[in-house]
């Protein structure tokens, strides 16, 4: 008998063609696909096996009808169990690069030279898969994907002075092929510890995956697209840095991260369950008990595959992930922004400056633990210290002219330049400095006095603030109209003659004028 294997799918045509449709072998082979010896083959190998119509068939998987019309045999004749493929190890062994089950097959039959064919091989590799849920349905590559979430469910820390429970987030990455978790607790979501999650994660696996698969969170992802989503620029640079690609999920499609859900539901059950009865008091603890469990769980035997995480990762994933770049990452935040009209820019709690030719532009802040730095078009304009007092941060050479004269003045300055002229004059600007709500009101006042002395020179500007100190008037205009009209020159004996001298003017009508 001839020993040519057919599919099973071509088999069952030809049986149906036969028996149900009443077709001759020619057209029973043409509607196969096959060759009308072919057609005579199957039909003597159904009857050797008591097959006689096709509802013997229907309820026949390709696997047992394959069993019945092609049975291996011994050197002796008689039945020869065939070796079931090992489908946790099938299943591992396509995680790696280039790996088929094509070529799992034929690795298969040289262990096993009267093992199943292929198309056998193949549907008990892919029931196997289906037992294991929807979430084994993704076929993923060692080396390739990083998942990466939060988790819903968060652990807490408990302040020792005050006794408030505060929540803190989970952040959770998983390895595609071989599960190889890792988890932290971080204060935030922000882009600094999202980022610094990452940076962690790829140290604690010793390499970086040639893609990270985060949801669409803002930290990472500023605008969420199916097709072009646009990608935080820190995260982008992040990327850059360690030589992989962001490849966020679709909005919405918690399938598309199965893998790290499942992985968060895990790190749930093995993490967070077995801290919820104890306190943690700072993040350090709590991550120090966190990294206990998480090495624990990845070294636990996983039932479908017959190893843990750990050997797993060892076996197949460590050796395909890539080098982790020399220098560690410098994570820097981004910020788009404009210039406001007082050639600020507003970053965190802090108002930066930039040359003030650059008010209404959009610019670019970049910011690093340390400094931050503005830039126009990709070009630097302006870099500033990051910690600093006060809520301004402003450098006199961004300031026009006009302002950073005025900048420029303080009331010891000021005083000094007072006390050259003389100590009348000093005495009255401090005095016109001590007496406003804020010392700058006073600044214009006490500059018109001392440019005075442009005008009428140092002696006579001290003689005019001597006699207006005496009078108790404290103000520019006393000092210009005393310089004014030669006052500064008439010698007093008597404060009142200042105070009190009566006004003889044309325009003056004196009490006299409303007798009548």
Known sequence: MATERLLMRNVREILRAKWELRLSNR???KSAGVSAASVVNVLQRASEAGLAQFADVMHLGEAELEVLLYPETSSSGSPFPRAEPDCAWIHRERSRPGVTLELLHLEYLEQHPGGYQYTAFCDRYRAFVKRRGLVMRQHHVAGDKMFVDYSGKKPSLVDPTTGEVIEVELFVAVLGASNYSYAEATRSQKVHDFIGSHVRAFEFFGGVARAVVPDNLKSGVTRSCRYEPEIQRSYQNMAEHYGTAILPTRARKPRDKAKVEVGVQVVQRWVLARLRN??????????????ECVDDLNRRRMRDYGKSRLEMFDSIER??????????????????????????VEFGPRLYSVPHR???????????PTAVEIQLRGRRIAVHARDGRGRHSTMPEHMPRSHREHAEWTPSRILSWAAKLGPATRELCDAILSERPHPEQGFRSCLGILRLAKKYGDERVEAACSRCVAARARSYRSVESVLRHGLDK???TDVSEVVSAPLDHENVRGRDYYVN
């Open 27 to 29: 057209k029973a082979a």
């Open 278 to 291: 104890r306190v943690f008091h700072s993040l350090a603890a709590l991550n120090e008990a966190i990294r």
């Open 490 to 492: 008439i010698a007093i």
């Open 358 to 368: 650059y008010v209404g532009e959009v610019v670019w802040i970049c910011a690093t």
């Open 319 to 344: 050796s395909e992930l890539r080098t982790l770049p020399n220098d560690r990452l410098v994570i820097t935040e981004w910020k788009k922004a404009k210039v406001n009209i007082d050639y600020h």
